[in-house]
């Protein structure tokens, strides 16, 4: 007989009621039984069975609960994780996982000593968009790639989200924090570490007062890559841009999951589930010829059912410690290549 983990939700915003809540809902390894959050309404109108408590506390020292997603505003991340933890409960966190690789390595090594699972919330790695180029880089399609490029944006002035604490100064805010950890993970999956990190970190939106702009290169022997996301793109740029020694792939366009369960849909009710529009395929160019291509589906559940073997038979979580150091390091390079202009060794 399969184990059933109790999970609980800190936070009920985007990422606990869009993305998380409706994995869990449908999922039959996972019981989603409480929720703490300062939206009492909203944990009612998503599921009336699910229990409401006002404080993390409250949930981190009920002794059902196996798992916990910390879904909360970043700066709290790691305290709210290390008290999860200290609760012997497994822990998922949103991105940033932590606000620096010394916070970083210090959740993890906690993790190790109370025999938890401590992992990350990496869901792009699902996204259709990327499980296409995946899907082209192991096939060979491009020849030896020499050049990728991801890009991120949005179109997201001051004015439009006055009240976001998104958008409010202090540590870990920004976009470098809220899309950076996406695109850098990616990279990271696909070329692993890199020699080298240069960045440039901007406010470019007039009144906003934290970082909205970002552009990251990622220095290997073999091939130049780059991460870039801006808050005021009205038109969004090519998503990917790769090219190699055989041919290039370039892709517009979003992962169309994110936009179906902010209306409601459950991934069991949609099917098939995270297929994207025919117009935002990708294109590939080689042979004298461009060819449209079928964008893989995308899909976030592996992402859970990978955690529930991880926590119940001990398999390797897909986002691994090393990712989440590399990742976190990665994150305080760019910001100290940012203030110091230099390109710094990894």
């Not at 404080?55 to 709210?80: G, Q, R």
């Not at 990350?120 to 699902?126: E, T, V």
């Not at 809220?178 to 939106?205: M, S, W, Y």
Request: glycine share 6%.
């Amino acid at each position: 007989m399969s184990t059933m983990i109790q999970v609980g939700l800190v936070g009920f915003g985007l990422s606990g009621r869009y993305f998380h809540a409706p994995f869990l809902s449908v999922n039959p390894r996972f019981h989603l039984k409480k929720i703490a959050s300062s939206r009492p309404d909203a944990v009612r109108a998503f599921d009336a069975s699910i229990e409401w408590v006002a404080t993390a506390d409250e949930l981190f020292s009920d002794p059902s609960i196996d798992l916990v997603f910390i879904c909360s505003p970043n700066e709290t991340h790691v305290d709210y994780a290390r008290q999860a933890l200290e609760h012997k409960k497994h822990v998922v966190i949103e991105k940033p996982f932590a606000l620096s690789e010394q916070d970083a390595h210090q959740l993890l090594e906690l993790a190790q000593k109370q025999r938890c699972v401590a992992t990350a919330y990496q869901n792009r790695r699902w996204d259709s968009d990327f499980l296409t180029v995946k899907r082209l880089l192991n096939e060979g399609a491009l020849g030896s790639l020499v050049e990728f490029e991801s890009r991120y944006d949005r179109f997201s002035p001051v004015s439009l989200r006055p009240q976001s604490w998104k958008e409010q100064p202090g540590t870990g805010r920004g976009n470098l924090y809220n899309l950076g950890p996406h695109l850098l993970d990616q990279a990271l999956h696909l070329f692993g570490k890199p020699d080298t990190v240069e960045a440039t970190i901007r406010i470019l939106r007039p009144d906003s007062l934290v970082n909205d702009y970002f552009d990251i290169k990622l220095g290997y022997s073999d091939k130049a890559v780059r991460v870039k996301s801006s808050l005021l793109a009205y038109y969004n740029q090519p998503r990917y841009s790769l090219h190699g020694t055989d041919g290039s792939f370039i892709k517009t366009g979003l992962d169309a999951q994110e936009e179906r369960l902010r209306v409601d849909l459950l991934p069991d009710e949609a099917a098939p589930w995270g297929l994207e529009p025919e117009d935002r395929w990708g294109t590939l160019y080689r042979d004298g010829r461009a060819e449209k291509i079928t964008s893989e589906p995308g899909n976030y559940t592996p992402f859970y059912n990978n955690l529930y073997e991880a926590i119940v038979n001990g398999a390797e979580p897909a986002i691994s410690p090393t990712d989440i150091w590399q990742l976190a390091r990665i994150i305080d390079l760019a910001v100290m290549s940012s203030e110091t202009q230099r390109t710094i060794p990894f």
